[in-house]
């Protein structure tokens, strides 16, 4: 069994920062790319940030220079450090594994987390 755990949401006032955790846990071999994605009341699930096991990353253009995605590897642990936060970041937050191997042998497959509420206001 894998579960993906996120941790860190709040709320914050505009300006503010927040630092999200997601621990993966269970018997895991290799994750190809961990993500955070997010979902506005009455929007569509959007891609955040990724990154790759090689540490590779990329970001949403509204997010670019705001967030930064990091990874450990041998924790199965990834962050998302959010500074400058404002009101149209409020979003549940969910995070992602992709091409996770639980074996070598396993096929890969797709897990996520149960989402971490962020709110941005005053």
């Known amino acids: 069994q894998v579960q993906l755990v996120e941790s860190g949401g709040g709320l914050v006032q505009p300006g503010g920062s927040l630092r999200l955790s997601c621990v993966a846990s269970?018997?895991?071999?290799?994750?190809?790319?961990m993500g955070w994605y997010r979902q506005a009341p009455e929007k569509q699930r959007e891609l955040v940030a990724v990154i790759t096991s090689g540490g590779s990353t990329n970001y949403i253009d509204s997010v670019k220079g705001r967030f930064t995605i990091s990874r450990d590897n041998a924790k199965n642990t990834v962050y998302l450090q959010m500074n400058s936060l404002k009101p149209e970041d409020t979003a549940v937050y969910y995070c992602?594994?992709?091409?996770?191997?639980?074996?070598?042998?396993?096929?890969?497959?797709?897990?996520w987390g149960q989402g971490t509420q962020v709110t941005v206001s005053s």
């Open positions: 992602n594994a992709e091409g996770l191997k639980r074996r070598l042998l396993d096929p890969r497959g797709d897990y």
């Open positions: 269970g018997t895991i071999f290799s994750i190809n790319a």
